[in-house]
């Protein structure tokens, strides 16, 4: 069976989805974009800080169905501007150094609220 997680220290879903859906051992986490959880406003106008509030709701997420970062094993990062990608990779190495998951990071047109990145994953549990 399929369970919801939800946690309290990241964004609200702005639309009809969960947080992330633990699926056994595997949590598939939606992505995060640099929405403050308090306020529910973007954090920051530059790529560098808004990725670090996106990865900060991530690992959120992570912790309230019980993974870390270690256990991430996919990632894609979403931008507004592929220029970005230098300051964006700066942010999600001090998160993910030590694992190194998979990536994937594209350019796309426009992203939820304006902002400049998004960043989903999928996790799966260390036995």
């Not at 230098?86 to 998979?102: D, I, T």
Request: charge should be negative; hydrophobic fraction near 45%.
């Amino acid at each position: 069976m399929n369970e919801a997680i939800h946690s309290h220290h990241a964004p609200a879903p702005i639309g009809p989805y969960s947080q992330a859906i633990l699926a056994g051992d595997e949590l598939f986490c939606s992505g995060q974009i640099p929405l403050d959880p308090a306020s529910g406003e973007i954090v920051g106008s530059e790529a560098r800080a808004q990725a670090r509030q996106a990865l900060a709701n991530l690992q959120a997420v992570l912790t309230a169905a019980n993974f870390s970062a270690a256990d991430v094993v996919k990632t894609t990062i979403y931008l507004i501007d592929i220029e970005d990608f230098s300051a964006v990779n700066a942010e999600y190495e001090k998160v993910f150094e030590a694992s190194k998951p998979a990536r994937s990071t594209v350019a796309v047109a426009a992203l939820p609220r304006g902002a400049r990145v998004e960043i989903d994953a999928i996790a799966k549990r260390r036995r």
